[in-house]
């Protein structure tokens, strides 16, 4: 980048003069995109080492990707509109389009609970799940050693050497330690020994220990050092045998053999009988059809969706109509004080929305809150609790809510009336319904239909008022897990247990995929009216 | 013309004249009592709620019966401030990171001619209309996998929730932006290139300045939009340090016997104010932004 002088220079010059006389050094400009690169690089290849660590290669191909993409942009002169877009590309394509068609992929699969990993995931932890102490294997003096945080085993083996491992590290040789005469590792250099002293004095110590697995070596299938007492350690084994060549677990014990089944991914007896974990498979539309067939999960999910739509019209319509009259009545020139007055109007706008709502759930409560000791002198009106006024009450927070955007959006729309077609009408003898029906009316809607669309798309997927006042309840009778008053989107984070639970993220996705669909048809319906695609 | 009929109306008796007053322009006043009582009672109720001594509901209910600041005092034995911190990290970085990457886009879609520029305003305008809020599953399963690499973009990490929050700031704000960077007379450039000002020079001394309002339109509806946002907010950050306001303030009303209510009501006092202040001060700003674009959460 050039300096600033460069913009002064005027003189006339001869009109060939080389490209190299007007070189006039590095600019501050190149510099600081040097610097920039030279960052974005240096974070770029410290990602891609760490994907190549932790063996995640889609992670490790996209960043190596976006990386060179990035130096070609921005070293080369050819792509300058590339420049300015490329940043906010980036994020819009990890974090918008690939969760955007993340979903749809994982619409059609079983992904959830049971079903979280890949087949070989499924075969390990199996293994681990089933493991058991063999009933003739040896035990092993141990001590408990922790670094930090971490929490390990040291035990000494048959030979007298200290092996250390960890949850996260299997068993490794350490030198320089030292064992007692009964043979208990009591200095492991690098750890510290956790006292049996101090083991006794914490009981969530103790459950750590209990809980914790040393893997013998990094194939799952030699078992892993388990404690029960905290000073001898013992090797467990797992009870099934997997056979990689056949893709067969067979239970020692018993001798049921489960097959790998890719249909359902699970392993399934031939009794039909199945392990509890299994591994994620493409399932075609089985969440869609599981949507409307489930019983448990039909019946909810349709009225789920009546109040859905009911919700987000009723909200637009109530609002735009308490905004719109109260614009009409307050958009008078003889009214004093109209701008305090107007800016108390609004004020419900301006305080921040998922504040109002919980502020509402306190006023709304059954017991204590103000709107049954205020208004309805102490009766006992269970507004949160029940089906209809539920409801009710979650329209009525959100008229509160946003009536003051239209109030807004109408005064606007209103002054920018053409006072001629008004006047007009007026003396061609329109009565003041009249000139509303027929004047006002639909020339205020040319210009806030477009916005009543958009806030109809909004409050489709207006997740904050439902969870906060309601929490989609008071719920279902069954076991679906949804609420009278849930919409889609709380239906689909309950159905999805991201916040903990049991999880279905194939059917939460395929919900999601529903909703998209609706959204995707009320947008085109707002294109038709802004007519927006012709003005690009 | 209505001031037209009331001076006519004056010449005439008195009585019919205040009733013509009162039909017309005096009914309003008590029913804009009534709107304002309306509009303002759960926030004086707040408030008065805040000052009370005690954090239940029940004692709440005559407004202002006591004054004491023992809510606000106790907002600092709680993780309060904290949350009001990690709201401003996330709220400002994702608004500035939305002001920035919506300018230079708007800018390219403005001022270049490239192959497919059409097809990118076309792809952008249909892109926004799915908000990610509802792939959040998919968003969820996303962190968990880059959490597993890079652990700054991984769940409960505030990084991620604005990376998260910007990979929608494109498809939100490119439009805004653009119409108003359309606006901006291209001779101007034209001549800046001709004094041989370099394409950056031109962006960011030329142009930047002169679209500053509606930086600050887009800054502040990315702010508000962080601010409230809670879904996205409550999926990614886990541990209570790292909560937001949304996520934390509803923590702590969730629960029907451990609510506080007075904490609540302080610490939304404290929250709201400065975004009361600025909604007001702005709002003919931030109304033009939400008419031409999105709608405030």
């Known amino acids: ?223 892993s050092l388990r404690t029960r007492d905290g000073s001898t350690a013992a090797i467990y084994q797992s009870s099934m045998d997997w056979d990689d060549e056949a893709q067969t677990f067979t239970d020692k014990e018993t001798g049921t053999v489960y097959y790998a089944d890719q249909e359902v991914g699970n392993f399934v007896a031939e009794d039909g009988s199945r392990l509890p974990t299994g591994w994620y498979v493409t399932v075609g539309f089985d969440n869609f059809v599981r949507a409307v067939t489930d019983q448990n999960l039909a019946g909810p999910l349709l009225k789920v969706t009546a109040w859905t739509f009911a919700f987000a019209i009723l909200t637009v319509l109530t609002s735009f109509g308490l905004g719109l009259l109260f614009a009409l009545i307050y958009n008078d020139p003889r009214i004093r004080g109209r701008k305090w007055m107007r800016t108390v109007f609004i004020l419900p706008y301006a305080f921040p929305a998922f504040m109002s709502a919980l502020l509402w759930r306190g006023m709304l409560n059954r017991e204590f809150g103000i709107i049954n000791d205020w208004f309805f002198f102490g009766a006992d009106i269970n507004w949160l609790g029940d089906p209809w006024l539920a409801k009710f009450a979650i329209l009525w927070v959100n008229l509160w809510l946003s009536y003051p955007y239209w109030f807004l959006v109408c005064t606007g729309a209103l002054q920018a009336l053409p006072s001629e077609t008004m006047e007009a009408s007026k003396i061609d003898g329109a009565g003041r319904w009249r000139q509303f029906r027929s004047i006002t009316l639909p020339l205020l809607l040319v210009s806030t239909a477009p916005l009543a669309i958009s806030s109809f798309a909004f409050n489709f997927n207006n997740f904050t008022i439902i969870y906060m006042l309601t929490e989609g309840g008071p719920p279902f009778a069954g076991t679906s897990g949804l609420g009278s008053t849930d919409i889609l989107i709380s239906a689909i984070y309950n159905i999805s247990g991201v916040s903990g639970g049991s999880a279905d993220y194939g059917l939460a996705s395929a919900l999601s995929i529903i909703v998209f669909i609706f959204v995707g048809i009320i947008s085109a319906i707002a294109f038709r009216q802004t007519r927006k695609l012709e003005e690009i | 013309m209505a001031d037209a009929t009331a001076t006519q109306v004056s010449t005439r008796r008195n009585p019919t004249r205040r009733s013509r007053w009162w039909g017309e322009v005096g009914w309003k006043y008590p029913v804009a009592a009534l709107i304002i009582f309306y509009a303002a009672f759960p926030l004086v109720y707040v408030l008065s709620a805040s000052l009370s001594s005690s954090g239940s509901l029940s004692s709440t209910s005559s407004l202002f019966s006591d004054m004491s600041l023992s809510n606000y005092a106790a907002l600092s034995d709680t993780s309060y401030w904290t949350w009001v911190g990690n709201t401003l990290i996330v709220g400002v970085a994702s608004a500035v990171g939305a002001v920035f990457m919506g300018a230079c886009a708007a800018y390219a879609f403005s001022r270049y001619r490239f192959k497919g520029r059409r097809g990118g305003l076309t792809t952008l305008l249909i892109v926004q209309m799915f908000p990610q809020t509802v792939a959040f599953v998919s968003v969820f399963l996303l962190l968990t996998a880059l959490g597993n690499v890079v652990p700054a973009l991984g769940i409960n990490s505030k990084i991620a929730l604005i990376c998260v929050y910007l990979g929608g700031a494109l498809g939100a704000n490119t439009f805004l932006m653009y119409g108003f960077f359309n606006t901006i007379p291209k001779d101007i450039d034209e001549s800046a290139k001709v004094d041989g000002a370099t394409h950056a020079q031109i962006f960011w001394k030329l142009i930047m300045p002169l679209v500053t309002p509606i930086l600050a339109v887009v800054g502040l509806l990315a702010f508000i939009s962080a601010f409230g946002d809670f879904i996205l907010a409550k999926i990614v950050l886990v541990s209570e340090d790292q909560w937001t306001l949304a996520v934390g303030m509803y923590q702590w009303v969730s629960n029907q016997l451990s609510a506080n209510w007075g904490l609540f009501a302080a610490g939304s006092v404290i929250a709201s104010i400065p975004v009361l202040i600025i909604f007001l001060s702005l709002q003919k700003y931030i109304v033009g932004g939400l008419t031409a674009g999105s709608v405030k959460g």
């Open chain 1, 1 to 223: 980048m050039a300096n600033n002088d460069a913009v002064t220079v005027k003189e006339p010059q001869a009109p060939q003069e080389s490209h190299a006389r007007r070189w006039r050094g590095l600019g501050w400009g190149f510099i600081a995109k040097l610097l920039m690169m030279a960052l974005v690089n240096a974070l770029g290849l410290a990602i891609i080492f760490s994907a190549v660590n932790a063996e995640a290669w889609a992670i490790l191909a996209a960043s190596a990707a976006l990386l060179i993409a990035a130096n070609i942009i921005y070293f080369s002169k050819r792509t300058l509109p590339l420049k300015y877009l490329f940043p906010g590309l980036i994020f819009l394509a990890i974090f918008q389009l690939f969760t955007l068609a993340y979903t749809g992929y994982v619409a059609f699969t079983n992904y959830g609970t049971g079903h979280a990993g890949s087949q070989q995931q499924a075969v390990e932890a199996t293994l681990i799940q089933n493991e058991r102490r063999a009933d003739d294997s040896p035990t092993y003096p141990l001590a408990i050693v922790r670094d930090g945080d971490t929490l390990g085993f040291a035990v000494t083996d048959d030979d007298g050497f200290v092996l250390v491992g960890t949850e996260e590290a299997e068993l490794s040789a350490v030198d320089g330690a030292v064992i007692d005469d009964r043979q208990v590792p009591t200095e492991v250099p690098g750890w510290t020994v956790v006292t049996r002293a101090e083991l006794f004095a914490d009981a969530n110590l103790q459950n750590e220990v209990i809980d914790l697995r040393v893997a013998v070596s990094d194939d799952a299938e030699d078992g």
